[in-house]
């Protein structure tokens, strides 16, 4: 029994280690821009980066826009799949698990040969089609996590009662999927919203190789020519990952609406 | 014409028939039981009343309209789930209002409204809780106010205490019976729970393998069982097997002791095989002819009328408290009987010959040569 919880905290402080070592590492690095003191100097030149600004803003729309798009097609599919087509479940989360399978260079090569210029969707062809473009594959980028959180709240409730008890009381459709079911997976939809935010606002591939302003590509560029702000820059997107994540953790315990036992 | 009318209705899934051939009429008013084991069509029923389920074939009327093929939300029939189906993310008076919202009722009309249901099922003071924040009966109740508010034609009950505690599950279901009856709403109430069917029902519909066995008051069903599969899934029952010697006048041999059966069996022939069935309640023990004509003259006040009697050999004795259930083995056939518990005499041994006695019409042949 000593033995086991000795073997637990020494691979606990392993595991610590291996994670807070190097960003304890990147964060001393990042305060080393000024010659002998520790100061916040690469943190005030990435802030003053009009660059930053404008690629951190492009892409939190971008990721904003994927959420909305990703829970509009997710939400409804995730609830037909429970109520009317359990049978496909297996063969939609196949689907959703494939951009975890296919390396994103090559799904974003396949966009570039469907949707360039000389096909009959030039959506590359102008730069408000290509965000489009970028916004779709994002959501397709998100979607392991976006369906899973979904579908997991989904479970939570018994959906197919839910549903016909509003039904019985007189309720359609809409009312059922935005009064009824919707209020009820909010939690699941915030975790997949802020999983799919996370994922995006670094998201380095589609947007380069689409030739979008998003941070990714900053982020990649400050890295390859300069020293220190580029650590600053990963402190920056651990923080706001980390605050994705803590987030999902305050609306899933915050006021939590608990299924009836 | 009926209230609500059933007629013909079955349902197929596939090749699989989980409803044959169910015609019933509920009268206006009325509080009707669909009692069955798991499997046997009662729930799917109900499904089609409430238009969750389309008819594979048949009719479905209320109040003389075709409701069949509408909508489940353009039906006005009230449903409450067995598990509960309340909104977890509204409040109590949210959830009762629910349906009334949906009718675009005007919202002081929905507040007298939802504080009359909340007073009706004693829970005036929860409404701002939040449905994990009440007890299984309590989000019961709300349930069954949330059903009632929208005023509904048929009110639907599917197991709705099967969740429940024993003593919640009796105390409710004699508030929803008294609420049915003040309401005066038509009701169907789907269980497996013979004895909630036997207290709430005025009538029950016994099903059996997507098949009516029987339908009648509780009284009938319960006395009268007209199926072999009736007499056994409601109460306790002895079914004994013997063979047809005068069906005309009931005649039958049960272990080479001839009894009289309650009346003339017109479906069999003299030599069938034949299984009669008798309640534990039914028949009477003694251990000597002299105390049997004492017991019998003074059952009741009833008149010692023709009665069977069977010599056999007591096999067990189970006390259950009130009650000692003494098993009596003849040869191949063994009969269960109830006596009243008394605390001034000793049940009686294992291995005493003793007699059993019953009345004639106690003894019910079944339908179907093995009934």
Avoid at chain 1, 178 to 188: H, K, M
Avoid at chain 2, 34 to 51: D, E, I, N
Avoid at chain 2, 302 to 319: A, L
Wanted: with cysteine; charged share 20%; net charge positive.
């Amino acid at each position: 029994m000593k033995q086991q919880k000795i073997g637990s905290w020494i691979a606990i402080i392993i595991g610590t280690l291996y994670f807070v070592v190097p960003l304890i590492g990147t964060f001393e690095f990042s305060l080393r821009m000024r010659r002998g003191e520790y100061s916040f100097d690469a943190y005030r030149v990435v802030f003053a980066d009009p660059r930053f600004q404008a690629t951190f803003g492009y892409s939190t729309l971008m990721a904003l826009l994927t959420i909305a798009v990703g829970v509009l097609i997710v939400v409804p599919t995730s609830y037909w799949i429970q109520l009317r087509l359990p049978k496909l479940r297996p063969l939609v989360e196949f689907i959703t698990l494939m951009p975890l399978v296919i390396p994103a260079i090559v799904i974003v090569f396949g966009y570039l040969r469907l949707y360039n210029t000389s096909s009959i969707l030039p959506l590359t062809g102008s730069a408000h089609s290509t965000d489009l473009l970028l916004v779709f594959s994002y959501v397709a980028l998100a979607l392991p996590y976006m369906y899973r959180a979904v579908d997991t709240g989904m479970r939570a409730i018994d959906v197919r009662v839910l549903t016909e008890a509003a039904e019985n009381l007189g309720a359609r459709w809409p009312t059922i999927l935005f009064r009824v079911i919707l209020p009820n997976v909010r939690a699941a939809i915030l975790s997949g919203a802020f999983l799919t935010f996370a994922t995006v606002i670094g998201e380095f591939t589609m947007a380069s190789l689409l030739n979008r302003p998003a941070f990714g590509p900053y982020l990649q560029l400050i890295g390859a020519n300069r020293a220190y702000e580029p650590a600053a820059l990963a402190v920056i997107a651990f923080l706001v990952t980390w605050a994705c994540m803590g987030l999902i953790n305050v609306v899933g315990h915050g006021k939590q609406i608990k299924a009836a036992p | 014409m009926a209230f609500l009318d059933l007629s013909d209705v079955r349902k197929n899934y596939g090749p699989n028939t989980v409803v044959h051939k169910f015609d019933l009429d509920v009268e206006r008013g009325e509080f009707v039981s669909f009692l069955g084991p798991s499997g046997c069509g009662k729930t799917t029923t109900l499904r089609m009343v409430a238009g969750f389920e389309v008819p594979t074939a048949g009719a479905i009327r209320i109040d003389g309209r075709d409701i069949t093929r509408l909508r489940p939300n353009q039906r006005n029939v009230g449903m409450v789930f067995q598990s509960y189906a309340l909104f977890p993310n509204m409040t109590v008076a949210d959830n009762v209002a629910f349906g009334l919202k949906i009718a675009n009722k005007p919202s002081s009309e929905i507040k007298a409204r939802v504080e009359e249901m909340l007073n009706i099922i004693k829970l005036p003071h929860l409404g701002g809780r939040y449905p994990y924040q009440l007890s299984g009966g309590q989000q019961q109740r709300v349930a069954l106010a949330r059903a009632l508010a929208i005023k509904p034609q048929v009110l639907l009950l599917d197991e709705p205490l099967s969740a429940l505690d024993a003593k919640i599950r009796v105390s409710l279901r004699e508030e929803i019976r008294s609420l049915q009856r003040s309401l005066g709403i038509t009701t169907i109430y789907v269980t497996h729970d013979q004895e909630e069917a036997l207290s709430m029902s005025d009538r029950i519909v016994v099903m059996n393998e997507g098949r009516v066995e029987q339908i009648g008051t509780p009284f009938e069903i319960y006395n009268h069982p007209r199926t072999r599969f009736v007499a056994s899934f409601v109460g306790t029952l002895n079914i004994l097997k013997g063979k047809v010697v005068d069906p005309a006048a009931g005649k039958i041999v049960i272990d080479g002791q001839e009894l009289f059966a309650s009346k003339r069996i017109a479906h069999l022939q003299a030599g069938e095989a034949c299984s009669a069935a008798l309640r534990p309640e039914a028949a009477s023990l003694h251990q000597s002819e002299l105390q049997e004509a004492a017991k019998i003259a003074s059952a009741f006040g009833r008149e010692s009328g023709p009665r069977n009697r069977m010599v056999g050999t007591i096999e067990e004795v189970s006390f259950l408290g009130s009650v000692v259930r003494i098993r009596v083995r003849f040869k191949e056939n063994a009969v269960s009987l109830d006596t009243f518990n008394n605390p001034n005499t000793t049940p009686p041994a294992r291995g005493m010959q003793v007699t059993v006695s019953f009345a004639r019409e106690d003894l019910l042949v079944l339908e179907g040569a093995e009934g």
